[in-house]
């Protein structure tokens, strides 16, 4: 759609610049990424309904959620924790269902878990999904061997103990897993250690999960929380082995966790109940994302200059009051606009961050914080997060393009900070741009116009993510009630990109490029 309005409006909001000749880091599709814990009704209920369910299944795999999933070209999906990951014993879940042991979900509402849920499942699950497994292991309450066989049993061919096993199971062919989890949460229910007895512990178990054949592991440390950089360099400086005969990286990136509330840990707050000054707490929060990002970043640079050790946040999202009703342990909460906002709020800082940040991970993908979908017996919800993921699948691989700001942002002053009110980020693949833009206004709508320089485009199409209130979310009987629809007020002349922001927006425009 174009019209004849001049470029550099006086009243846009927001102008800026986009190069789209300047190439800056690809965004690796990695970064939206997925994390599945068994946990609540993640797995069971959520992923698998077992073979005998009168839902449609594939070999007990529910297949309106991989359907509903694949349109999201979901990368990588982190099982099986979380904080279960600590406690579980993979041999448990292997062989026939109903003779698997049983055990406690001690962490997570204390119920009985079958084990039918393990590794074959889960390695079924990633094939239907198209995704990549990334596997974290369990350091807290399991032993080297135990995870060195995993290794072995997933990934080895040819004759050997675990590869024997894993064909008496009814598998061949070893299967791929690029990425491989060293602890979780080492801090907290993954041992309740310090830094400094975590790493040489972590660099003891990366060292016996093998690499098999082809199958080379990027091993993941389990890393920090939130702005623990203490942790990060403490991991930095147990990454290599130096100063050995043979100098290489024990582990290929280290990782954190960083989750959003607008409360208190012990009162985080309701997912669709909450005030504007709520709204505003949570936005100024899930911008610290950023600031955090930054800091682990500027740890590494200091050891690792040529950023040949990856970052990746595998977990994230928002950790809302579970629904009323519901067991406490089962972090089941409701996904509102607002949860959309966040979740847009962090791609654009993922984007920004793209040369070190490699990879991360919403928590969780189904029925547990801020997922994606959300089912309840047949019925299965697409919620605003899961749409901001699929406007957003245009950036995964894509090179990145900085904006340069030039106008002021408006902002909003919130517990001493300014907040600025609009977010955006952009990049290119195969000759489409993709923009994305958000307005955390709660109350007014904002111009945003983008010189796009360096490249002819043309075709703008923009979609919006709008509700009638913050809290609006998606329920079986109201599945649409924020969904994306075609966004009027684009326009595009000589170059520039000029798009109307409804207050509380979320909103992609597509262009096609000439060559460059
Ligand atoms: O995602 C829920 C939990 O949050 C995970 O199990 C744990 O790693 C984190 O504390």
């Known amino acids: ?48 309904v077992g073979e005998d369910s009168d839902i449609p299944n594939e070999g007990g795999i529910r297949l309106d959620v991989v359907e509903a999933l694949r349109a999201l070209r979901i990368p990588v999906l982190r099982w099986p924790g979380g904080c279960f990951a600590d406690e579980y014993h993979w041999s448990d879940g292997i062989g026939p269902r109903d003779q698997r042991p049983r055990m406690v979900n001690t962490h997570w509402g204390n119920v009985e878990e079958n084990n039918h849920f393990g590794t074959h499942e889960f390695m079924a699950l990633c094939d239907l999904l198209g995704t990549e497994p990334y596997v974290s292991a369990n350091i807290g309450s399991g032993s080297v061997q135990e995870m060195s066989e995993w290794v072995e049993y997933l990934t080895r061919a040819g004759d050997s103990p675990m590869a024997r096993l894993r064909r008496e199971n009814g598998r061949d062919e070893p299967w791929r ?36 054949g082809d199958n080379a592991l990027y091993k993941i440390a389990a890393g920090a929380s939130d702005d623990d950089y203490h942790w990060t360099e403490t991991l930095m400086k147990e990454i290599s082995t130096l100063g050995a005969k043979d100098p290489h990286l024990v582990f290929q990136a280290v990782s954190f966790h960083a ?60 950790w809302w ?32 961050h793209a040369d070190r940040l490699v990879m991360a991970n919403i928590a969780q993908t189904v029925n547990v914080l801020q997922a994606m979908l ?20 245009g950036h995964q691989d894509a090179t990145s393009h900085a904006a340069h700001l030039t106008s002021a942002v408006p902002t ?53 993510l709008v509700a009638d209130a913050l809290t609006a ?23 520039v990109l000029r798009v109307e922001l409804p207050a509380a927006s979320f909103a992609t425009v597509s262009l096609q490029a000439a060559d460059a």
């Open 1 to 48: 759609m174009t019209t004849t309005l001049s470029p550099t409006s006086p009243d846009a909001s927001v102008r800026a610049v986009v190069d789209l000749d300047v190439a800056g880091p690809t965004i690796s599709r990695h970064l939206y990424g997925h994390f599945a814990e068994h946990l609540g009704r993640c797995i069971y209920d959520g992923f698998w």
């Open 177 to 212: 897993v690029p990425f491989w989890g060293v602890g979780n949460e080492p801090w907290g229910c993954g041992g309740n250690l310090r830094a400094e007895q975590f790493a040489p512990l972590a660099r003891q178990y990366a060292t016996y999960a093998r690499n098999h």
């Open 412 to 464: 909003r002053e919130v517990d001493g900070q300014a907040v600025p009110l609009v977010s955006l980020s952009a990049s290119s693949k195969d000759g489409a741009v993709l923009v994305s833009l958000t307005n955390l206004d709660a109350d007014a709508a904002h111009t945003v116009e983008l010189d796009l320089r360096g490249r002819a485009v043309h075709e703008a199409q923009g979609r919006v």
């Open 259 to 318: 989750y959003t509330f607008s409360g208190t840990w012990g009162a985080k707050g309701r997912a669709t109940e909450f005030s504007e000054d709520e709204y505003y707490e949570t936005m100024r929060r899930t911008l610290r994302v950023g600031d955090y990002i930054a800091g682990h970043a500027a740890v590494m640079d200091a050891y690792d200059p040529e950023k040949k050790v990856g970052l990746v946040l595998d977990e994230w999202g928002t």
């Open 473 to 495: 979310h998606n329920t079986p009987d109201l599945p649409d009630a924020v969904a994306p629809v075609a966004l009027e007020g684009v326009t595009l002349t000589g170059g």
């Open 374 to 393: 959300l089912t309840d017996g047949e019925a299965l919800v697409l919620t605003p997060t899961y749409h901001v993921f699929e406007m957003n699948a």
């Open 321 to 352: 009051d579970v629904e009323p009703g519901t067991n406490p342990g089962f972090l089941f909460q409701q996904n509102a606009m607002r949860d959309a906002i966040v979740a847009s709020l962090h791609f654009d800082m993922f984007h920004a």
